[in-house]
């Protein structure tokens, strides 16, 4: 497992980029952003495995985060992903110490860092901080849910349309650099399915795919094209955090 290197929070009484923290009153931020270190995420890293005990969270400021869930003689799967609208380690958040999936980092960037037994003082003390972790892991379960039943039941090309726009949201980039292997081991398909699927994706001028780079040509056509699970999943965010 890799440590993403780490500098200290700079100024804890302004806004931190994460949504979780910046939703919290301007007290409660300061005390969590003073315990907190911004670390740089790197492509690739594993910030935890499943049944280990978590020794940090992580709330993403401009990296995200997979959660993979994974299956004997079976290539991971992944099943939530964490951006700045969320953190990983949210089952800290009900007083469970180990991981429930493998934690991946998906996109180079930056997060807070706040060490698990700290933030444990920090929930003890505190039932603001209590209640919007709590409804934050609500908004995981509601994407676990939703995630297995996308799997199951939409197109391939109707999940890798979600899965394009819920990675653009995160990268604020139109360009991403996705390999067919890695999309098909995220959508749990053959490389001959992403072939496909992204084939009518670019026929319809919504990407522009070639050697491993995406480049979002139309986002709202995009919206149009993907399972309604990805409107779903904004949607539950905005109204459990209204």
């Given at each position: 497992?890799?440590?993403?290197?780490?500098?200290?929070?700079?100024?804890p009484?302004?806004?931190?980029?994460?949504?979780?923290?910046?939703?919290?009153?301007?007290?409660?931020?300061?005390?969590?952003?003073?315990?907190?270190?911004?670390?740089?995420?790197?492509?690739?890293?594993?910030?935890?495995?499943?049944?280990?005990?978590?020794?940090?969270?992580y709330?993403?400021?401009?990296?995200?985060?997979?959660?993979?869930?994974?299956?004997?003689?079976?290539?991971?799967?992944?099943?939530?992903?964490?951006?700045?609208?969320?953190?990983?380690?949210?089952?800290?958040?009900?007083g469970?110490?180990?991981?429930?999936?493998?934690?991946?980092?998906?996109?180079?960037?930056?997060?807070?860092?706040?060490?698990?037994?700290?933030?444990?003082?920090?929930?003890?003390a505190?039932?603001e901080?209590?209640?919007?972790?709590?409804?934050?892991?609500?908004?995981?379960?509601?994407?676990?849910?939703?995630?297995?039943?996308?799997?199951?039941?939409?197109?391939?090309?109707?999940?890798?349309?979600?899965?394009?726009?819920?990675?653009?949201?995160?990268?604020?980039?139109?360009?991403?650099?996705?390999?067919?292997?890695?999309?098909?081991d995220?959508l749990?398909?053959?490389?001959?399915?992403?072939?496909?699927?992204?084939g009518?994706?670019?026929?319809?001028?919504?990407?522009?795919?070639?050697r491993?780079?995406?480049?979002?040509?139309?986002?709202?056509?995009?919206?149009?094209v993907?399972?309604?699970?990805?409107?779903?999943?904004?949607?539950?965010?905005?109204?459990?955090?209204?």
């Open positions: 497992m890799t440590c993403p290197l780490e500098t200290p929070a700079n100024n009484h302004a806004l931190s980029g994460n949504r979780l923290i910046d939703g919290l009153s301007a007290t409660l931020r300061a005390q969590l952003l003073s315990h907190c270190k911004t670390v740089e995420l790197t492509f690739g890293d594993t910030l935890c495995e499943p049944q280990e005990i978590i020794r940090y969270a709330f993403p400021l401009t990296g995200f985060i997979s959660l993979l869930t994974l299956l004997d003689n079976h290539q991971p799967l992944e099943m939530c992903l964490i951006g700045n609208e969320g953190m990983m380690g949210s089952s800290l958040a009900l469970i110490a180990s991981a429930p999936m493998r934690a991946l980092v998906q996109g180079s960037g930056r997060a807070l860092r706040i060490n698990a037994v700290q933030l444990h003082i920090e929930l003890r505190s039932a901080l209590r209640a919007q972790l709590h409804r934050y892991v609500y908004v995981v379960l509601e994407q676990l849910a939703k995630t297995a039943a996308c799997i199951h039941f939409h197109e391939v090309a109707q999940r890798l349309a979600r899965w394009l726009l819920m990675t653009h949201d995160r990268t604020h980039s139109d360009t991403l650099h996705l390999t067919q292997e890695f999309l098909a995220m749990g398909v053959r490389r001959s399915s992403i072939t496909v699927a992204a009518v994706l670019q026929n319809d001028h919504l990407i522009h795919y070639s491993g780079e995406i480049i979002i040509l139309d986002r709202l056509g995009l919206e149009q993907a399972c309604e699970c990805y409107q779903a999943l904004k949607r539950d965010y905005e109204l459990v955090f209204a």
